[in-house]
């Protein structure tokens, strides 16, 4: 059986740790939790819905982001799911993973198995760049997981990325991310996020100053980990290995196998993943929405989070109308 196919791994029931304070920022109304896994641990940041009864939204954040960058958008939904935002192997709060396998694919059966051993699923799956391909690849192989999919960016093949997202794929070069550090090493963490917000954001004054000091500190503690540069080269590796898969593994093909309702959304001034990419995307995912905001940059739901909750609400009313509907005749 090929590497990338996702077959159903038998999965203990999860117990949720409750994560030490410090970790992490925490936002006011979200709550984090650790859930310990075969093989792995992973962190969540939730965001309870207003009430009992609502169905379940997972998030999923991009390469060197992490759960925090849904702190914006999933209040505006908290009327309508009940949130919660995974930081993926090796990224925000959680480890490593034992087999070191930060694949797009090891990132999907790392989601897939959350949501087996919570029993959470079909969820609202939303997911931003690297996120958005995971999400993808969970979608076409365990269709039964997914209400909806929500797609920000997502980070799927290219035939001629753009010369700002070079540096990502270099990055997935052996022994590059080790040059990169050193060359780095006297760069403060105010330095690098201003620098990530010039790539990231279509405009990087729309964050305000809480943000930016936010994004300071984590930037700090992250630096301080001594797998932050392996998970990041890793990742990086497991994009574009997966960008050149053919056949039926391959994430274009993935994305003509999803059943759920699908909304993407794509940035006029991305930097990363191509604007032209979205009138493909919207060919390939079927009967799917587009949201197209032209100067919104890498991280649509971070700079226009109202804009896109209106966008991912309506998605979600009408895949649950639909749902209530079948379920009345």
């Given at each position: 059986?090929?590497?990338?196919?996702?077959?159903?791994?038998?999965?203990?029931?999860?117990?949720?740790?409750?994560?030490?304070?410090?970790?992490?920022?925490?936002?006011?109304?979200?709550?984090?939790?650790?859930?310990?896994?075969?093989?792995?641990?992973?962190?969540?940041?939730?965001?309870?819905?207003?009430?009992?009864?609502?169905?379940?939204?997972?998030?999923?954040?991009?390469?060197?982001?992490?759960?925090?960058?849904?702190?914006?958008?999933?209040?505006?939904?908290?009327?309508?799911?009940?949130?919660?935002?995974?930081?993926?192997?090796?990224?925000?709060?959680?480890?490593?993973?034992?087999?070191?396998?930060?694949?797009?694919?090891?990132?999907a059966r790392a989601v897939?198995?959350?949501?087996?051993?919570?029993?959470?699923?079909?969820?609202?799956?939303?997911?931003?760049?690297?996120?958005?391909?995971?999400?993808?690849?969970?979608?076409?192989?365990?269709?039964?997981?997914?209400?909806?999919?929500?797609?920000?960016?997502?980070?799927?093949?290219?035939?001629?990325?753009?010369?700002?997202?070079?540096?990502?794929?270099?990055?997935?070069?052996?022994?590059?991310?080790?040059?990169?550090?050193?060359?780095?090493?006297?760069?403060?963490?105010?330095?690098?996020?201003?620098?990530?917000?010039?790539?990231?954001?279509?405009?990087?004054?729309r964050a305000s100053e809480?943000?930016?000091?936010?994004?300071?500190?984590?930037?700090?503690?992250?630096?301080?980990?001594?797998?932050?540069?392996?998970?990041?080269?890793?990742?990086?590796?497991?994009?574009?290995?997966?960008?050149?898969?053919?056949?039926?593994?391959?994430?274009?093909?993935?994305?003509?196998?999803?059943?759920?309702?699908?909304l993407l959304v794509y940035?006029?001034?991305?930097?990363?993943?191509?604007?032209?990419?979205?009138?493909?995307?919207?060919?390939?995912?079927?009967?799917?929405?587009?949201?197209?905001?032209?100067?919104?940059?890498?991280?649509?739901?971070?700079?226009?989070?109202?804009?896109?909750?209106?966008?991912?609400?309506?998605?979600?009313?009408?895949?649950?109308?639909?749902?209530?509907?079948?379920?009345?005749?």
């Amino acid at each position: 059986m090929s590497s990338t196919e996702l077959p159903e791994t038998p999965t203990a029931a999860a117990t949720p740790v409750t994560v030490p304070p410090g970790t992490g920022r925490i936002a006011d109304g979200e709550e984090m939790r650790s859930v310990p896994l075969p093989g792995l641990t992973l962190n969540l940041r939730t965001r309870p819905g207003d009430r009992p009864g609502l169905p379940p939204a997972l998030y999923v954040h991009g390469l060197g982001g992490s759960s925090q960058n849904w702190s914006g958008l999933m209040p505006l939904l908290s009327d309508l799911v009940d949130g919660a935002a995974v930081d993926l192997p090796g990224f925000g709060d959680s480890p490593p993973p034992d087999d070191s396998d930060y694949s797009v694919t090891g990132h999907a059966r790392a989601v897939i198995r959350l949501l087996d051993a919570e029993g959470r699923g079909p969820v609202h799956l939303v997911g931003n760049s690297m996120g958005g391909a995971v999400a993808t690849r969970v979608a076409a192989v365990r269709p039964d997981l997914v209400r909806t999919l929500t797609l920000v960016s997502p980070a799927l093949p290219e035939l001629r990325p753009q010369r700002t997202a070079w540096p990502t794929v270099l990055l997935a070069v052996p022994g590059v991310a080790g040059l990169l550090a050193k060359l780095t090493r006297e760069w403060t963490a105010e330095q690098r996020v201003l620098g990530v917000l010039s790539l990231c954001y279509g405009d990087p004054r729309r964050a305000s100053e809480e943000e930016l000091r936010q994004a300071v500190e984590e930037m700090e503690r992250r630096l301080e980990l001594p797998y932050f540069w392996d998970a990041m080269a890793r990742s990086s590796r497991g994009i574009v290995d997966a960008y050149t898969l053919g056949g039926q593994h391959g994430l274009w093909r993935q994305a003509e196998r999803v059943l759920a309702p699908t909304l993407l959304v794509y940035g006029g001034r991305d930097r990363l993943v191509s604007y032209r990419m979205a009138r493909k995307a919207a060919a390939a995912f079927r009967g799917s929405r587009l949201l197209t905001l032209p100067e919104a940059g890498h991280v649509a739901m971070m700079e226009y989070p109202r804009t896109v909750a209106t966008a991912v609400r309506e998605l979600i009313t009408d895949a649950e109308g639909g749902a209530a509907a079948e379920g009345g005749s």
